[in-house]
């Protein structure tokens, strides 16, 4: 089995995201003895869209430029990792409501029509549908799932865009106010995931 591990917290030694993920990265691979795991820390940095990929994200790869093909570097290689996971696993820290600017820059480069999604008379059609996906969400104040959490539901509708529907959020949210009882609430879900079926 393949796993695809996304972290987006800028911070590192500090960051829950972080922490909470590796501790279910840890918990699948003993679930799945022999878990292939594949890491991209997106706040390391990622391009964002411009117009030479999105010239060449609509156009068959014979019609793209050198230069087309060379803006789309970073994306082909997101939009392989993504396809050859089996579970993705994806640390989201709240930043102002919503999620991290370089989460928002990995999204926008695997929505690729023809590779994670394609247009049929019904409308948009995700691409990488049979995937689990495991969102550890953290914050400062924020409760998750309330009405100012712009970043669970946004990542649940890009996810099953793209065809990802069974989507589990693993919280430990209002982290400012709760100290570390919500840490030990998430590393308890962690405990009890169950295995994933690949």
Known sequence: MNALVVNSSGRT???VSRKLVAELVAELSTKHPGLQTTYRDVAIGLPFVNDLMIGGFYIPDEQRTAEQRQALIWS?????ELQAADVLVIGVPIY???????????????????????FSEAGPEGLLKGKKAYLVV??????????????TPYLRQVLAFVGITDV????ADQLNLLGEQP????????????????
């Open 13 to 15: 030694e500090q960051s």
């Open 183 to 198: 840490v030990g609430t998430a590393r308890e879900a962690i405990r009890q995931i169950h295995a994933v079926v690949a």
């Open 138 to 151: 953290t914050s400062g104040g924020l409760p998750v799932g309330s009405p100012a959490d712009l970043a």
């Open 76 to 80: 082909d290689e997101l939009v392989q």
């Open 96 to 118: 102002n409501f919503s999620i991290p600017a370089s989460l928002k820059a990995w999204v926008d480069l695997i929505a690729r029509a023809g590779l994670t999604f394609k």
């Open 168 to 171: 589990h959020i693993i919280s």
